[in-house]
């Protein structure tokens, strides 16, 4: 039996959401690291400064890296995109109410234009 069975939808969903999080903050992490090791090897002089920065960079990734492993169950989580019935209900609400001015519309304008050929 798989761990990720036993737990709940609501858990599964925020494992799903924190591991997207971290998952950007690695890409982002290494996308930094990266330009930051361009520069380094275009410009040799600021290499110095720019030593300390990719190590923090460095272990930047690592640790969005130990949280994305850590936080792989979110992959287990269904797509489902679930509305709460108050928020149907004043979805329709709102259309019915677009509807009624439309129809209100066009009947003045229908009287509008029959009073205009008279």
């Known amino acids: ?7 709940s939808r609501k858990e ?6 924190k591991y997207q999080a971290f998952r950007h903050h690695a890409w ?25 920065i990719i190590f923090v960079l460095i272990i930047y990734v690592f640790v969005a ?4 492993y850590k936080y792989r169950a979110g992959l287990y989580a269904k797509e489902e995109i679930v509305q709460p019935p ?7 609400a709102d259309v019915e109410k677009k509807h009624i001015k439309l129809e209100k519309k ?13």
């Open 106 to 118: 066009k009947a003045k304008a229908e009287a509008k234009a029959r009073k205009k050929s008279k």
């Open 28 to 52: 982002a992490g290494l996308g930094f690291l990266s330009v930051l090791l361009a520069i380094r090897v275009i410009f040799p002089e600021p290499s110095k400064m720019l030593t300390p």
């Open 12 to 17: 599964l969903s925020k494992y799903k959401r």
């Open 1 to 7: 039996m798989n761990f990720y069975e036993n737990m």
């Open 86 to 92: 108050v928020e149907k209900e004043k979805i329709r």
């Open 65 to 68: 890296l130990i949280f994305t």
